[in-house]
């Protein structure tokens, strides 16, 4: 599928590293080094625009490797990039860490996946089918 770019940053556009990857690595694009100490959230730069297509939307997931290596995430994680939104990409950051966490011009922040979704219509009915979980909410299912 294509999509729409503006590459405003100073790298590459994003790409993926292996043949069946899902996702690209996003990078930060800075003017100087943005520090994260503990539990701070900063919205980080990226200098890339996109023209999602109707019926699709970008979505920007954690690195595994920032993640468990240095505590760092994306809390509202998967953070949704709509197919009407023309603005620049920027990323959710938090560090959950105990330690500052530096984060450097070009250095990989997250990753990009672009998904289909569909749009719901709803169908007001006064009762649902029956099943056999029925209403039962977390953990009813059982623990094996």
Known sequence: ???KIINKSKHELPEYKTAFSAGMDLRANLD???VLKPLDRKIIPTGLYLEI???YEGQVRPRSGLAFKHG??????????DADYRGELGVILINLSKEDFTI??????AQLIIARHETVVWEEVE???D???GEGGYGSSGIK
């Open 1 to 3: 599928m294509k999509v």
């Open 32 to 34: 100087e080094p943005v």
């Open 53 to 55: 297509p109707p019926g």
């Open 72 to 81: 760092i995430g994306c809390p509202n994680s998967p953070g949704t990039i």
């Open 104 to 109: 450097n011009d070009g250095e990989r922040i």
């Open 127 to 129: 009762e649902l089918s």
């Open 131 to 133: 099943t056999i979980r």
